[in-house]
């Protein structure tokens, strides 16, 4: 008999009553995205546009004594050359308000080196020329005299006493304290929860393992972008493909010293960011080179390798994860020691691993402790839920092998110890209402969980993952039109159909048809300050936005039509999209009836919000995957694989899930292919997606999606975000599923056939 | 009064103690009054007008994006997280 079962599943949370969220009209921007005409940073044109390249260090690190442009500035066609001694050398931090800030010097000195190259494709020179190719040629003729210096590249290597320092007046941090140490450190934290020793001694079971993952890119299809005018009345135009607008109008003005308000950031449609597309590289450079050359447009556009070599991947780690539990299966002591590549400057994601790590799981005991080590590899950028993954895969490994010592289901074990509400995680918050009990049940219950495995060679693993998830400002306006549709203007980077999230809940206020919101995303002269497309919240904080624009405009339409009728505001009530007395059933008007009035009997009406909400609700996902592991060849086949994620309520579930199986699968090639070969040196092997390994749809069978609504109420609307968590479980899911194929543990990331293969030697030597 | 947690690599300063109770509705005067107990804290969370770059505060289990004008409740509890590169909130992907 076959059995048939939903391959994307929603379960919905109580009776809702919402007409347009949780449907699925099509996106926006749907045709000019199919027809290929939605216009990218690379499309741009214009008449006297130069074209910029960038001259990057062929060094992992090694001083700058002498840089000379000369010949470059000489070849027919160069119009400018510019290193870091064009850059003002201000000091201090990059204010990102809401979001603390970032130390200016080293966002500087990473956009063009100074003094010394920190990691290979480190920009060292940028030239603008009357062609890519005379640009091309310009970068070759600058002379450049470096002296080598030894490479650190891994965390452990680049902490061992006598190891090569990057920045030698960096002293190591504990919260908020310097300590005299210069040891590649940047920051040590700690949390500490109960009294770790103590739950050790009371476990019948204490497993403990290292664990190290490679340097993985977020392998956005698009190359990062520019074009840039510094025009003659000093302000700055930007045209770029960024995750947020305003931060790189913010980053770009502290490191040129400018006011924020002389410059204008265009975000162009953006063809992938996943995290990488929020730091700044080009612009500021383009910028410079713009002015230098006379005031022109320059336009640049990154190879494929300059992205690998030269922007922001996600760290490499090493960390040592030890859980207790009773032989009931009830943890009862788990501690942590992570250890993450910051790359060439500060700034892993260890905190946000330290949130993460032991969050799925009511921990009496616990102790973690983070560090953030500089190496010599590009400075790591965020990539969907940054640090979480890592931390899952060390934690979700052990606590799998907890459940085999035991006997004990795995997701009985899991849901034995889940975090519910209530529960204070062991680097301190306690958790509001969350899902991470409904994503377990529904992950047991899921036909995948209860199909037998078949096959030899072939075995199941399962996992959970959490991931907090931001709100932050953003700001809406909504401009009603006299035909009854009305302009949605957003400051939100699209990356995954937030036009049509945003459009859908600004719809579900006015009682319009989600088809009859038009979004746009529009410049920084143009709407009021958005954060960054990032942490997951943009149909959450933007959403929020438009649901607010959407009720001031509610609220001045049902003034407007008491105008009209000669009634006190209080006694006209909007239902369903239309406006009517409470007292009187002969009075009532359509949205779209009394939109064509507005401008007739006091003007039109504008809607506007500014949002910085509070009451994010974080999301769990969870995995099961069954594989079949070659025990010739390691190689690793997928051969189902269903991903569960709490998505408080899916707004457009269409999205929702390609959210889930993009980063299901994302984190299938972080698992099993992904990874940055680097020699000794520290050269990249494998700059080209030829030799960088992502899964292709012919790798994998379709993602199956289950979507549970566990309301989040923080939002009107229960929304919680939902583009991270589902990147975060599968590399531990795989784990599990392959050492159980194999029968040895998985430590290593990622899980390719040598990786395997060398596993099952070392445990056969023993 | 709110509870102030302590971080681990701050607790020589208040002899040990993983949490405090502290009085305030803002989390500068949080800070302010956890100072005036226990010398040294305010120096290992401020920067002039604003929480350390590197320090996140959370008022009840979440991170507030407005720092020392965090507004606290009677039954509040504050965290100091560790902020690296410039805010968890900025490690978002």
Known sequence: ?766 | MAVVFIPSLMQNLTKGQSKVVVPGKMVREIINNLDAQYPGMKDRLVDKFRIRSNINVAIDGEITPMGLLGEVKEDSEVHFLPAIGGGALRQTG
């Open chain 1, 1 to 766: 008999m076959t059995t048939t079962y939903e391959h994307n599943v929603v379960l919905k949370s109580g009776d809702d009553k919402f007409k347009v969220i949780g449907t699925r009209p099509i996106r926006h921007d749907g045709a000019d995205k199919v027809t290929g005409r939605a216009l990218y940073g690379a499309d741009f044109q214009t008449a006297g546009l130069l074209h910029g390249k960038i001259l990057r260090s062929p060094h992992a690190h090694a001083r700058i004594k002498s840089i000379d442009t000369s010949a470059a500035e000489k070849l027919p066609g160069v119009r400018a050359v510019v290193t870091a001694k064009d850059m003002p050398q201000t000091t201090g931090d990059v204010s990102m308000g809401e979001a603390g800030a970032q130390n200016v010097a080293f966002l500087r000195g990473n956009v063009l080196a100074s003094g010394k190259a920190l990691y290979k494709g480190h920009a060292v020179a940028a030239v603008a020329a009357t062609s890519p190719h005379i640009a091309e040629e310009a970068i070759g003729l600058i002379k450049v005299d470096y002296e080598v210096l030894p490479a650190a590249l891994t965390a452990p290597e680049a902490m061992k006493k006598g190891a090569s320092i990057l920045h030698s007046d960096l002293k190591m941090t504990e919260f908020g304290q310097k300590t005299n140490q210069v040891n590649n450190i940047a920051t040590h934290f700690q949390h500490k929860k109960g009294d770790v020793e103590k739950g050790f001694k009371e476990a019948d079971v204490v497993i403990e393992r290292e664990f190290t993952t490679q340097t993985v890119h977020q392998g956005y299809i698009e190359p990062h972008n520019v074009a840039a005018l510094w025009n003659q009345d000093g302000r700055l135009l930007i045209w770029c493909s960024t995750q947020g607008s305003f931060f790189v109008r913010n980053a770009t003005a502290k490191v040129l010293d400018l006011p924020e308000s002389q410059i204008r950031v265009t975000p162009m449609e953006i063809g992938g960011g996943f995290g990488g597309k929020i730091n700044v590289y080009l612009e500021p450079v383009a910028a410079l080179l713009s002015k230098k050359a006379g005031h022109r447009h320059v336009k640049m556009v990154m190879t494929r390798q300059e992205v690998f070599e030269g922007t922001g991947p996600t760290p490499g780690s090493y960390m040592k994860v030890k859980i207790g539990a009773k032989k009931n299966g009830k943890i009862v002591a788990a501690q942590s020691y992570l250890a993450f590549e910051a790359g060439a400057f500060p700034g892993s994601p260890v905190g946000a691993a330290a949130m993460c790590v032991f969050a799925p799981y009511d921990i009496a005991n616990g102790l973690i402790d983070g560090y953030d080590v500089l190496v010599n590899k590009p400075k790591t950028a965020a990539y969907r839920a940054p640090g979480a993954t890592h931390a899952a895969f060390a934690v979700e490994t052990i606590v799998d092998e907890i459940a085999e010592k035991l006997k004990i289901d795995p997701l009985e074990l899991r849901l034995m110890n889940a975090a519910k509400e209530g529960v204070r995680r062991v680097d301190g918050p306690v958790f509001p209402r969350i899902g991470c009990v409904e994503v377990l049940e529904a992950m047991k219950n899921h036909p995948h969980y209860k199909a037998p495995i078949k096959g030899k060679n072939v075995a199941r693993g399962v996992a959970i993952g959490f991931w907090f998830n931001v709100g932050l400002q953003s700001s809406c306006t909504i401009a009603v039109n006299p035909d009854g549709t009305v302009n949605l203007t957003e400051g939100s980077t699209d990356i995954g159909g937030t036009r049509a999230s945003l459009a859908m809940q600004a719809a579900e206020v006015l009682g319009i048809r989600a088809e009859d919101v038009h979004p746009t995303v529009v410049d920084t002269d143009s709407i009021g300050f958005t954060a960054v497309t990032g942490g997951s919240r943009v149909a959450f904080a933007t959403g929020w936005a438009a649901y607010e624009a959407a009720q001031d405009v509610v609220k001045q339409m049902t003034a407007r039509a008491a105008k009209i009728w000669g009634v006190e505001a209080d006694s006209v009530e909007m239902v369903d999209g239309v406006f009517r007395s409470k007292t009187d059933t002969e009075l009532k008007l359509s949205f779209k009836d009394l939109s064509e009035q507005l401008n007739d009997t006091g003007g039109p009406v504008i809607g506007r919000a500014t949002v910085d909400p509070q009451g994010v609700g974080g999301s769990f996902a969870g995995n099961i995957v069954d594989v079949e592991v070659d025990p010739e060849t390691g190689k690793t086949q997928v051969l189902r694989f269903t991903v569960v994620q709490d998505a408080g309520k899916a707004v457009h579930p269409s999205y929702v899930e390609g959210q889930m199986q993009g980063g299901s699968v994302q984190g299938i090639g972080w698992g099993l292919n992904e990874e940055y070969f680097y020699g000794s040196s520290g050269q990249m092997a494998n700059p080209t997606f030829l030799d960088y390994r992502m899964p292709t749809t012919l790798d994998l069978p379709m993602i199956d999606t289950v979507i549970v609504e566990v309301a989040n109420p923080g939002h009107p609307y229960g929304v919680r975000g939902v583009g991270e968590a589902p990147i975060v479980p599968p590399p531990a899911a795989l784990a599990n599923a392959v050492g159980h194929a194999v029968g040895v543990r998985m430590t290593k990331l990622p899980m390719s056939p040598g990786t395997i293969m060398e596993a099952v030697w070392q445990s056969k030597k023993k």
